[in-house]
């Protein structure tokens, strides 16, 4: 576990993976209490998973994080290669993320009254941070003058800027006022500590529970959607978009599209431009 835990560190994984890796591992050990780790064969690992999907009944999301975590141990540090059938893990099937409307951000924004806890919705919204990166977010961070934010190792340990609003650099300036914060942007409650990951979700919960949007599946990753929605409905182009995001691929960013209606509404339908093909009086040659 330790040497694990090491090799990890030095391949600058992030705290949260390092924890989820080492508590995986953890559990196949306890399993296999009696044998001995020199022992350890992909055979094990197979029926482990097995006893993880059959037996406990785990999500595919589950049993592809144990069997991440235990073929990491096997290639780095018991230096035995760990090739699992492909099969075990088809492509994950593709689903779009549910995306706010304007008008619903708009509502969940007036709909807090709290000064501190609506800067962060706002903040989420017109930067499209992510939760993390909003809770690690510090006060050196603000660039009025280039109306900047800089996202200090980002997700993949990588720095990026995003935009800073000017509505909503006014209203971080009546919030600063009002708590003065000194090293994060939002303090938690124990004094140099940031807002906690779990504050930040709650109060995002409770807003949407105020407007009775609870069913539609929203959490605060959705408003990061939205964001990056609302700029390609807007025109923005998917590289910029993608530069905002920290997306390493533009095939992750590309997904937005399908999210955009009104990208699919300005799509002209082929038919309606065959040759000879006039449309009635009134009627619309975009579907």
Same mark, same amino acid.
């Given at each position: 576990?330790?040497?694990?835990?090491?090799?990890?560190?030095?391949?600058?994984?992030?705290?949260?993976?390092?924890? +989820?890796?080492?508590?995986?591992?953890?559990? %196949? %050990?306890?399993?296999?209490?009696?044998?001995?780790?020199?022992?350890?064969?992909?055979?094990?690992?197979?029926?482990?998973?097995?006893?993880? +999907?059959?037996?406990?009944?785990?999500?595919?999301?589950?049993?592809?994080?144990?069997?991440?975590?235990?073929? %990491?141990?096997?290639? +780095?540090?018991?230096?035995?290669?760990?090739?699992?059938?492909?099969?075990?893990?088809?492509? #994950?099937?593709?689903?779009?993320?549910?995306?706010?409307?304007?008008?619903?951000?708009?509502?969940?924004?007036?709909? /807090?009254? +709290?000064?501190?806890?609506?800067?962060?919705?706002?903040?989420?919204?017109?930067?499209?941070?992510?939760?993390?990166?909003?809770?690690?977010? #510090?006060?050196?961070?603000?660039?009025?003058?280039?109306?900047? /934010?800089?996202?200090?190792?980002?997700?993949?340990?990588?720095?990026?800027?995003?935009?800073?609003?000017?509505?909503?650099?006014?209203?971080?300036?009546?919030?600063?006022?009002?708590?003065?914060?000194?090293?994060?942007?939002?303090?938690?409650?124990?004094?140099?500590?940031?807002?906690?990951?779990?504050?930040?979700?709650?109060?995002? $919960?409770?807003?949407?529970?105020?407007?009775?949007?609870?069913?539609?599946?929203?959490?605060?990753?959705?408003?990061?959607?939205? %964001?990056?929605?609302?700029?390609?409905?807007?025109?923005?182009?998917?590289?910029?978009? $993608?530069?905002?995001?920290?997306?390493?691929?533009?095939?992750?960013?590309?997904?937005?599209?399908?999210?955009?209606?009104?990208?699919?509404?300005?799509?002209?339908?082929?038919?309606?431009?065959?040759?000879?093909?006039?449309?009635?009086?009134?009627? #619309?040659?975009?579907?």
């Amino acid at each position: 576990m330790e040497r694990t835990s090491q090799y990890m560190f030095l391949g600058h994984y992030s705290q949260d993976s390092i924890r +989820n890796y080492l508590r995986e591992l953890r559990y %196949f %050990f306890v399993h296999y209490g009696d044998v001995p780790v020199q022992q350890f064969c992909a055979d094990h690992v197979v029926q482990y998973l097995l006893y993880l +999907n059959k037996t406990l009944g785990c999500s595919r999301t589950k049993c592809h994080g144990a069997a991440q975590s235990i073929s %990491f141990f096997f290639r +780095n540090v018991l230096q035995k290669p760990l090739v699992l059938p492909t099969l075990i893990y088809p492509r #994950k099937a593709t689903k779009l993320p549910p995306v706010m409307s304007q008008q619903e951000i708009k509502a969940l924004i007036d709909t /807090i009254q +709290n000064v501190k806890h609506r800067t962060v919705v706002m903040l989420l919204y017109s930067t499209g941070m992510r939760l993390r990166e909003i809770s690690k977010l #510090k006060i050196t961070d603000i660039d009025s003058k280039a109306m900047q /934010i800089k996202v200090v190792q980002g997700k993949g340990s990588k720095d990026r800027f995003t935009l800073l609003s000017q509505q909503v650099l006014l209203e971080l300036r009546a919030y600063y006022l009002i708590y003065r914060p000194q090293e994060y942007l939002f303090n938690g409650a124990q004094k140099g500590r940031p807002l906690s990951l779990r504050s930040i979700q709650h109060l995002v $919960k409770i807003a949407l529970a105020r407007l009775g949007l609870q069913s539609k599946r929203y959490s605060v990753h959705t408003i990061r959607h939205s %964001f990056a929605t609302h700029l390609v409905e807007n025109g923005t182009d998917l590289h910029t978009v $993608k530069e905002l995001l920290g997306h390493s691929s533009l095939q992750t960013t590309s997904r937005y599209l399908h999210l955009s209606a009104k990208h699919r509404q300005s799509v002209v339908n082929p038919y309606d431009v065959l040759p000879g093909e006039e449309q009635p009086s009134g009627s #619309k040659t975009k579907h």
